[in-house]
């Protein structure tokens, strides 16, 4: 696999807050690279409560850019299902199971990696949902909630059942993203698992992912999120074996125009669409030179107008693209 590149295929990770279809879409137009995107979670709500609003992120209609998996987040099977037939009827033959949601509001209901010390629920889930869903079922998962072996018994389970993929990211929950990944345990996961791994952590340059794919010569499917944030250029750099763009300062630009144009005409007040940038901003500003400062001006903007002479007074003439 890693002497042919073009057999690599690359997802881009779910991140709630910022990978929606309005990211998807741009970054498409501009960077492209991703073979799949996975979406960020729609939690299950009891059936008759499923609304049109909860599936807006993967309306077909938004989405033409990169293949899609909608991923869902919830333990109960009577919920699950009659969202995955939904999905399905937009024309989603696989979905997506959370089972790495770090957050201890979600872990602490048993949701996301919650489940993950429970395997026996995983197994009653799995046996009660599969039978009733006409989607492939992929999972995504982190090694454990605390411990990093939790995960063993689990990948045991699901080589009984016909899951499509399982997208593993080698931490705890109790880690949320510290501490490096455990590429060790990963590796353990290989062994056991009979089913296709997506290798999915800490991918944020092209030496890693050379590493990575040197280290783990069967995988072929891997995952990036943070990464593709902080660095757009990455996943094409990936497929092309190389990193060449001359100019990312005028390229990311049009990408960031790009984007905010679309925010700015999708989203209602100025207050939530200030917010969305500031999250955006905590991964971008990582890419350029002394980009603490430009992160520190923005996160103290309280106003539009302000936020949008410091950003067009950094590009014209404070970004310097690092490396
Ligand atoms: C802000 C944020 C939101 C995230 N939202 C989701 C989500 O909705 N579903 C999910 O499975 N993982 C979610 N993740 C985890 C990422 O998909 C990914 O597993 C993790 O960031 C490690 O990959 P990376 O190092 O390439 O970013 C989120 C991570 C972050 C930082």
Not at 27 to 50: E, K, L
Not at 75 to 102: H, K, M, S
Request: charged fraction near 25%; aromatic fraction near 12%.
């Amino acid at each position: 696999m890693t002497d042919s590149p073009s057999k690599i295929i690359l997802y881009l990770a779910p991140l709630r807050g910022f990978t929606g279809y309005i990211f998807r879409n741009a970054f498409m137009r501009h960077f492209g690279g991703f073979d799949v995107a996975v979406s960020p979670f729609i939690p299950t709500v009891p059936a008759a409560r499923v609304k049109k609003t909860h599936l807006n992120d993967v309306l077909p209609a938004n989405n033409r850019s990169v293949a899609v998996i909608p991923q869902i987040i919830g333990n109960n099977p009577a919920d699950f299902i009659p969202l995955a037939q939904r999905l399905f009827d937009l024309g989603y033959e696989t979905v997506n199971w959370n089972l790495g949601c770090p957050f201890p509001m979600v872990a602490k209901k048993q949701r996301g990696s919650g489940l993950l010390p429970h395997p026996q629920k995983i197994e009653a889930f799995l046996e009660a949902t599969l039978p009733a869903i006409p989607n492939r079922l992929s999972i995504k998962a982190r090694l454990g909630r605390k411990k990093t072996d939790d995960i063993l018994p689990l990948l045991v389970i699901f080589n009984r059942y016909p899951l499509d993929e399982v997208i593993i990211h080698p931490r705890t929950g109790q880690q949320m993203y510290d501490g490096e990944p455990n590429l060790d345990m990963f590796e353990k996961c290989l062994d056991v698992s009979a089913h296709s791994l997506v290798y999915n952590g800490d991918i944020n340059d092209l030496a890693t992912f050379k590493l990575y794919s040197q280290r783990f010569k069967t995988v072929d499917r891997w995952m990036i999120g943070r990464g593709a944030l902080i660095n757009p250029f990455l996943p094409a750099a990936i497929k092309n074996g190389q990193d060449d763009v001359a100019d990312k300062v005028k390229a990311f630009r049009a990408f960031y125009d790009d984007l905010f144009a679309q925010y700015r005409r999708d989203f209602s007040g100025p207050g939530h669409l200030l917010d969305r940038m500031k999250g955006f901003w905590t991964y971008f500003s990582q890419a350029f030179k002394d980009g603490r400062n430009i992160k520190k001006k923005i996160h103290r903007t309280r106003k539009l107008d302000r936020y949008l002479e410091i950003v067009e007074r950094f590009f014209e003439e404070e970004a310097f693209w690092n490396g």
